[in-house]
């Protein structure tokens, strides 16, 4: 059973479903619990599933993404609502089928941001009504390293990105390749002083040497041993200070 806000994508184009998966798979708070490649079949998967959220795309052959909005306000639950589209000019009508956003082609990381945050606000969500309950983290983390398993101690490691389809794992000497999502390796990691400041970082907290003002009221983070200066968002600015500093 899911606990955060079951999410599908709908969208004739597997590139784009595959983009859109992965960015929403950086938001801990969001499950993605089914795609589909037309309306007809997006209608299906919503009516089996019933998920809080449905990303949509306009452009689809046979049912659209207008004419499948318009068949779910028949609906007894009805998804929130958020096109993804191409095309800005449908906008107007979007709104009139009662959709909450409209996110254009390519995907802006911030403007998706924000739309969870309208999601969010409009479920009135919380990660602590989830009822989650997470032990604390024991253990190394498993990499596979030329055909090897290596066990990488928590405290060894300095941050992590994502990179196309690879997570990248960095200590001190070496970088490690892992197909495993940032997300998942976070969740592994729970326990321990690793903090996201940005949808493609992770990043040991005690191995941060200096915050770095950049460009408007956003940060950059100095790691131990790496020259490579780390984006932090905006709004992680506040909840990373109030973890570092006594």
């Known amino acids: 059973m899911t606990n955060g806000i079951k999410t599908v994508i709908i969208d004739d184009e597997p590139y784009s479903r595959d983009e859109l998966s992965f960015l929403l798979e950086q938001y801990d708070e969001v499950d993605i619990i089914g795609e589909a490649d037309s309306g007809e079949k997006g209608l299906e998967l919503i009516m089996r599933k019933e998920p809080d959220v449905a990303f949509i795309d306009i452009e689809m052959p046979q049912m659209s993404?207008?004419?499948?909005?318009?068949?779910?306000?028949?609906?007894?639950?009805?998804?929130?609502?958020?096109?993804?589209?191409?095309?800005?000019?449908?906008?107007?009508?979007?709104?009139?089928?009662?959709?909450?956003?409209?996110i254009l082609k390519p995907f802006d990381e911030e403007n998706l941001q924000e739309t969870i945050e309208l999601v969010k606000e409009k479920l009135n969500w919380d990660a602590s009504s989830t009822g989650k309950t997470?032990?604390?983290?024991?253990?190394?983390?498993?990499?596979?390293?030329?055909?090897?398993?290596?066990?990488?101690?928590?405290?060894?490691?300095?941050?992590?990105?994502?990179?196309?389809?690879?997570?990248?794992?960095?200590?001190?000497?070496?970088?490690?390749?892992?197909?495993?999502?940032?997300?998942?390796?976070?969740?592994?990691?729970?326990?321990?002083?690793?903090?996201?400041?940005?949808?493609?970082?992770?990043v040991n907290l005690d191995k941060i040497e200096q915050l770095i003002p950049w460009l408007n009221g956003a940060y950059q983070v100095k790691m131990q041993g790496s020259k490579e200066e780390i984006p932090v968002s905006r709004n992680y600015v506040k909840e990373l200070r109030e973890r570092l500093e006594l």
């Not at 499948?68 to 089928?97: C, E, G, H, S």
């Not at 066990?151 to 390749?177: A, G, N």
């Not at 390796?185 to 970082?201: A, D, V």
Request: hydrophobic share 35%; proline share 7%.
């Open 65 to 102: 993404g207008m004419e499948l909005a318009q068949a779910l306000k028949n609906m007894k639950k009805t998804p929130i609502i958020i096109f993804a589209t191409a095309y800005p000019d449908y906008a107007a009508k979007a709104f009139r089928v009662q959709a909450l956003d409209y």
């Open 134 to 202: 997470q032990a604390p983290a024991i253990g190394k983390l498993a990499v596979e390293d030329n055909g090897r398993i290596v066990y990488l101690s928590p405290s060894d490691i300095t941050y992590l990105f994502r990179e196309v389809r690879e997570t990248i794992i960095c200590t001190k000497d070496h970088q490690y390749h892992s197909r495993t999502p940032i997300k998942e390796i976070e969740e592994k990691l729970k326990g321990y002083p690793f903090f996201r400041p940005h949808k493609s970082y992770l």
